[in-house]
């Protein structure tokens, strides 16, 4: 089976393709198909805007499409960054800069109140129009300063519950093992396991 992958996101995508490596399923990405355009993510649920960008791909390729929508939720913070954590520095926003605005916020908050979770959630949208959405969650605690190098966006200050170690201290098995990507693909494994003629 092909799938396209909804995203342009690289680092994703080496996740993606690594937790997917020994499953049926062949990768395509947006990169073969240059005329398909840019999803305007701008649904307020991870739901929403990884359903929107997988049948947008799957209605331009007209094959199967998978869309990863996922982020931040910090409990001190009323579950921001969320939906919004790709953006959160605002203007000219990346992984160094929303960091640092995230750190900043929780300045005044104690160690024990900086718990947090990732969320991801995988839509698979099917050429017959079928949409299937797989959730995953990884629940921990947002750190006092940046520790790691692997990985991408919060990994540096988030360390998941039972460890510690942040997600950018781990190398990208141990973070699959743990992470939202890896449990909602771990979802998305079991559905095609039980349908090999999709
Ligand atoms: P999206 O492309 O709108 O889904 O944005 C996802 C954003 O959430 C990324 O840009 C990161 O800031 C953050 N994020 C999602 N998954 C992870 C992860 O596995 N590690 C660190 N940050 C993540």
């Not at 307020?44 to 990863?68: H, I, M, P, R, W």
């Not at 939906?83 to 900043?104: F, I, P």
């Amino acid at each position: 089976m092909e799938i396209v992958l909804a995203t342009g996101n690289k680092k994703k995508i080496e996740e993606i393709k690594r937790i997917t490596a020994d499953l049926p399923i062949t990768i395509l990405s947006l990169s073969d198909y240059p005329n398909c355009p840019e999803t305007v993510e701008d649904k307020d649920t991870f739901e929403g805007n990884a359903t929107k960008k997988a049948v947008e791909v799957c209605q331009c390729t007209g094959k199967a499409a998978l869309a990863d929508d996922s982020g931040l939720e910090v409990d001190a913070l009323k579950g921001a960054p969320g939906v919004y954590s790709a953006r959160y520095a605002g203007e000219g926003a990346n992984d160094v800069k929303n960091n640092e605005k995230l750190l900043q916020e929780l300045k005044n908050i104690p160690q024990d109140k900086r718990t947090a979770q990732f969320v991801c959630c995988m839509a698979l949208a099917l050429p017959g129009g079928d949409v299937k959405t797989f959730f995953g969650f990884a629940k921990g605690r947002i750190g006092l300063e940046p520790k790691g190098k692997t990985g991408f966006g919060y990994d540096p200050v988030f360390t998941p519950d039972g460890f510690d170690r942040t997600f950018a201290e781990m190398s990208g098995e141990e973070k699959d093992r743990l992470s939202h990507r890896g449990k909602a693909l771990e979802k998305l494994r079991n559905f095609l396991h039980d349908r090999p003629h999709l």
